[in-house]
C-alpha cells in the first residue's frame, strides 16, 4: 500500500525557560493511503505535538525539528518553507481541532472562514465557493446551510461548530486529514454522530485519517491501526484487532486496563499509577519504568525496539521473542 | 437597545451637571471678578454697584441656582468683557479646536496601529524592545513640555515651522504632532498587547491551518479581533484629545475653545468659562457613548441592553 505520510526518526526541540526539552524523541511511522491511524496515550505524550509538527503548526521561534523527517507524498515537508508548506495545509493536509468552541474565529461568520481555503487553494469565483461551502455543510449534515453561512460561530451548539470545523478542514478534499481530539470536548451523543460522519467522509473520499484521542473506544470504532506514545516516543504499534487482543507494552494495558466495562461495575476502576513524567525529569532508561508494574533491573537501560509477528514494542520484556535483530535503541 | 440609549443619556446629563457644578464653584475660589474690571483706586461704592449689577453679590447658592436654571435653556449669559454670548463665543473658536484634535487622532491611528501590530508580530526582537520604550517615554512626558521642546528646536532653532498660532497649514504641525504622541503610545502599546494576546487563539491555529498567510492573519484575522477593545480605547481617546487640546493650545497660541477657556480665567469672565467647560464635557460624554455604539456594531457577540 502506498504511503502517504512516512514520518522517520523525528525530533522536536522546544525553548523553555528552564532550557530546552523535547517533547518528541524520535519518533517514526508511515500511514497508508485510505488508513485511520489512530495514536493514543495520556495528556502529555506528543500526541499533538507530533501533528502540529506534520502541519508545520509548531509555535514559531520556540520549538523547531531537530532531527528527522517527515515524507507527505514522496515530498520531505520538513524544512519546507512557510510558504511552501501554506499551499499543503487546508489543501492536502488539514486538521481538526479539539476545542470547537474556541477554534472558529468569534468575530467572523461561517460563511467567510470557510471561504478561506478555497480562495487560497482553488480558482473558484466567489459565487462558486459559496456553492461549494453549501454543498459541503449539506454533507457534513448541518441544516438549512444557506442561513448558517451567514451566522457567527457564537450562534452554533458545540456539536455543530465541530461539524464547521471537519468541513472546513475537508473542504478541499486533503489526502490527509489530523483530527486531534476531535470529540473529546463534546457530549457522548454528538461524539457517536462526529465519529459516524468521519467514517462516513473518509468511505467516501478514501481519505488517510491521524486520528488522535485517549478514548480508546473510539480507537476501535475508527481506527485500523494503533500507535501508542508515551513521552514522546511510540511505544507500541499494532493493528487495531491485535491491540485490543493481544497488548504488549505494560504501558498499553495499562490503558486497556483503565477503561470501564459493562462486568466490572462493583470493582474499583483499574488505573496506572503515578503520572506522566515532566519533560525535565524523565527517568533513565524506560522512561515508564517507574510507574510499570512489570519493571525489573534491565529497565534502567533504554529498552530495544522489538518487532514481533503483528507489532512493534518498546519493551525489554520482549527483547527474547524479536524477529530478526533489534534496533538496540 | 432604546433602553441603553435612555440609560446614557441619564448618564450624560449627570456628567455634564457634575461637571458645570464642580466648576462653577472652583472658579469662584479664584476671587471675585469685579475687582478686575475696575481700575485698583475705585471707590467702594463703585464697586459694590458694579459687583450688584452682575449679581455677585447675592450668596453663592441663589447665583448658582440662578445659573443652573439658565444653563439648562442653553443660557450661558454674556462675556463680561466683550459682552457677547459666552456659548457662542466657545462654538466660535470650536473648529480650530476640533481640527487640531482630529488631526492628531488621525496621525496617530495612522501611525500607531500599524506599528502596534508589527511589535507583536516581531515580539522580543530590537524592533519591539525599542518600540515598548518609546511608548513608555511617549506616555510619561508632559504634552506642555514636549511642545515646548518642539518649539525650541523646530521653530527657534531650525526655523522649519513657525512657534504657534493658526496661520498656514504647515503652523498645524507642531501642535498636531505634540498632541498626538500621548495618545499614539497608547495604542501602540494597547495594540501590541491586545495582538499578542489573540495570535495566541485556537481560531488563530485553525486559520493557519487552513493555508492563510502570516500578513493576512496580522492585517485582517487577528486584527478584527484585536480592534474590538482597541475601537473603546481609540474612542475614549478622542476625547483625551479634545482635553489635551486645551492644553496643547495654550503653549502653541491655537485659537481654539482652550485658548478661550484659558484667556477667560485670566479674566475671570465666569460665563466664558462655564461655557467652554459645558462644551468639552458634552462632547466627552457623547464621544463615550459613541464609543459604546461603534463597539456593538463591530462585536457581534454584544447587543446592548
Not at chain 1, 523535547?22 to 500526541?47: D, M, W, Y
Not at chain 1, 470545523?165 to 470529540?183: G, Q, S, Y
Not at chain 1, 517507574?290 to 533504554?302: D, E, I, Q, T
Request: hydrophobic share 45%.
Amino acid at each position: 500500500m502506498k504511503n502517504i505520510l512516512d514520518v522517520s526518526n523525528l525530533e522536536v526541540e522546544f525553548q523553555t525557560r528552564r532550557g530546552s526539552v523535547r517533547p518528541l524523541r524520535g519518533v517514526s511511522f508511515q500511514v497508508h493511503e485510505g488508513e485511520t491511524l489512530g495514536i493514543v496515550g495520556e495528556s502529555g505524550c506528543g500526541k499533538s505535538v507530533t501533528s502540529l509538527a506534520v502541519m508545520g503548526l509548531l509555535p514559531r521561534g520556540k520549538s523547531e525539528i531537530s532531527r528527522g523527517q517527515v515524507l507527505f507524498e514522496g515530498q520531505n515537508i520538513t524544512h519546507l518553507k512557510e510558504r511552501d508548506k501554506r499551499k499543503l495545509r487546508g489543501n492536502k493536509m488539514s486538521m481538526i481541532f479539539q476545542e470547537p468552541m474556541t477554534s472558529l474565529n468569534p468575530v467572523f461568520t461561517i460563511g467567510d472562514q470557510l471561504s478561506q481555503p478555497l480562495k487560497k487553494h482553488t480558482r473558484l469565483g466567489n459565487k462558486e465557493i459559496m456553492v461549494k461551502i453549501i454543498e459541503m455543510l449539506k454533507l457534513v449534515g448541518i441544516p438549512r446551510p444557506d442561513q448558517i453561512v451567514q451566522q457567527y460561530p457564537h450562534q452554533l451548539s458545540g456539536g455543530m461548530r465541530q461539524r464547521v470545523m471537519i468541513c472546513l478542514a475537508i473542504i478541499c478534499k486533503p489526502d490527509l486529514l489530523i483530527a486531534d481530539e476531535p470529540t473529546t470536548a463534546l457530549d457522548v451523543t454528538i461524539q457517536a454522530q462526529i465519529i459516524n460522519l468521519l467514517k462516513k467522509i473518509k468511505h467516501e473520499t478514501n481519505m488517510s485519517i491521524i486520528f488522535i484521542t485517549h478514548d480508546l473506544g473510539v480507537v476501535a470504532e475508527i481506527c485500523d491501526r494503533v500507535i501508542v506514545m508515551y513521552t514522546g516516543q511510540i511505544v507500541e504499534e499494532a493493528d487495531v484487532r491485535t491491540f485490543f487482543n493481544h497488548p504488549k507494552h505494560p504501558y498499553s494495558k495499562g490503558l486497556l486496563a483503565s477503561m470501564p466495562k459493562e462486568d466490572e461495575r462493583k470493582q474499583p476502576l483499574m488505573t496506572i499509577r503515578g503520572h506522566v513524567p515532566s519533560l525535565n525529569e524523565l527517568p533513565s532508561g524506560c522512561t515508564f519504568s517507574n510507574r510499570c508494574p512489570m519493571a525489573f533491573a534491565k529497565c534502567h537501560v533504554a529498552p530495544p525496539t522489538v518487532h514481533l509477528k503483528e507489532q512493534m514494542c518498546r519493551c525489554w520484556l520482549y527483547a527474547d521473542e524479536q524477529e530478526g535483530g533489534s534496533d538496540g535503541k | 437597545m432604546s433602553e441603553f440609549v435612555i440609560k446614557r443619556f441619564v448618564q450624560t446629563i449627570i456628567v455634564i451637571f457634575l461637571a458645570l457644578t464642580g466648576v462653577f464653584f472652583l472658579v469662584r475660589l479664584s476671587g471675585d471678578p469685579t475687582l478686575l474690571f475696575l481700575p485698583p483706586d475705585a471707590p467702594k461704592g463703585q464697586i459694590e454697584v458694579f459687583r450688584h449689577t452682575l449679581g455677585f453679590d447675592r450668596p453663592m447658592y441663589v447665583q448658582y441656582i440662578d445659573f443652573i436654571s439658565h444653563a439648562i435653556h442653553g443660557d450661558f449669559g454674556d462675556s463680561l468683557v466683550t459682552k457677547e454670548s459666552a456659548l457662542g463665543m466657545i462654538l466660535s473658536s470650536f473648529p480650530a479646536t476640533l481640527q487640531l484634535a482630529l488631526s492628531a487622532f488621525v496621525l496617530s491611528l495612522v501611525v500607531a496601529i500599524p506599528i502596534g501590530v508589527f511589535s507583536a508580530y516581531k515580539r522580543d526582537t530590537l524592533f519591539d524592545k525599542l518600540g515598548v520604550g518609546l511608548t513608555v517615554l511617549g506616555q510619561a512626558i508632559p504634552s506642555f513640555w514636549l511642545g515646548l521642546l518642539f518649539i525650541y528646536f523646530f521653530a527657534v532653532k531650525l526655523h522649519w515651522f513657525p512657534t504657534g498660532g493658526r496661520t498656514t497649514p504647515i503652523s498645524m504641525v507642531l501642535p498636531t504632532v505634540t498632541l498626538a504622541i500621548y495618545s499614539m503610545a497608547r495604542i501602540v502599546r494597547f495594540t501590541r498587547s491586545k495582538m499578542l494576546d489573540v495570535l495566541k487563539k485556537d481560531y488563530i491555529r485553525t486559520i493557519r491551518a487552513a493555508g492563510v498567510s502570516t500578513f493576512e492573519i496580522l492585517t485582517k484575522y487577528a486584527l478584527k479581533n484585536a480592534l474590538l477593545p482597541i475601537i473603546t480605547l481609540i474612542a475614549l481617546d478622542l476625547g483625551v484629545l479634545l482635553e489635551g487640546a486645551v492644553i496643547t493650545e495654550i503653549v502653541f497660541s491655537w485659537p481654539g475653545v482652550g485658548m478661550q477657556i484659558m484667556n477667560a480665567l485670566m479674566d475671570r469672565d465666569f460665563p466664558v468659562v462655564m461655557a467652554g467647560i459645558f462644551l468639552i464635557s458634552l462632547i466627552y460624554s457623547v464621544i463615550n457613548f459613541a464609543a459604546d455604539l461603534l463597539y456593538s456594531a463591530v462585536n457581534p457577540q454584544i447587543r446592548l441592553k
